[in-house]
């Protein structure tokens, strides 16, 4: 079987868009209940949310049934898929930017709670211990930060995928360190740890597949 061609990261996601809301919310196990325990998850007073990687708005789909007021900043690197989310939800308050969750200024202590469903599943532990800090310095004293996202049970699976991307990057001669998409998941015992390094008080919430749902508190 040849290799997959990489795909930059919002290439990917441009040219998939007309089926991407279907083949999250019926080909990914777990994926549909995930955006509604996301949604239960969030403190239901949040006026202020963090959106990682907000795609078309999956979970905000769902957000926005039980919290119909609260104000969203959503970041994501594929302007297809902001321009789609604009058209679901005209009334609701958003404010999206497009760009580099890992580089877009988040503020300090603005934002009551933060999700992100389906996204970090393509970074390395570095990457993600670096933002997780940057979300927890967001959120103010109590606020919450929910992950939904595909994780794997073992080291060596996750070994695997890791070094895999890195083969095809050289295979084809892509730059190291840039975003393609191919899914590099962190088994869920490093996920917790890497939430707790960066000093939040952390809780496996559920498991179905390989969809995990997360739930990381700010104690101070």
Known sequence: MADPVLEKMDDFFTARLD???????????GCAEGYAAVAALLPADAKTLLDLGCGTGLELDKIFEVNPSVAVTGIDMTPAMLVQLRKKHPDKALTLIEGDYFAVPFGEECFDAAVSVESLHHFTHAAKLGLYRRVYAALKSGGVYIECDYMVETQAEEDLY??????????????AAAFYHYDTPCTVENQLRLLKEAGFAVQLHSRRGGTTTVVAKKVK
């Open 19 to 29: 089926g991407y809301d279907h083949q999250m919310l019926v080909n990914v196990e």
């Open 162 to 175: 890791f070094a895999e991307l890195a083969r095809l990057k050289a295979a084809q001669g892509l730059d």
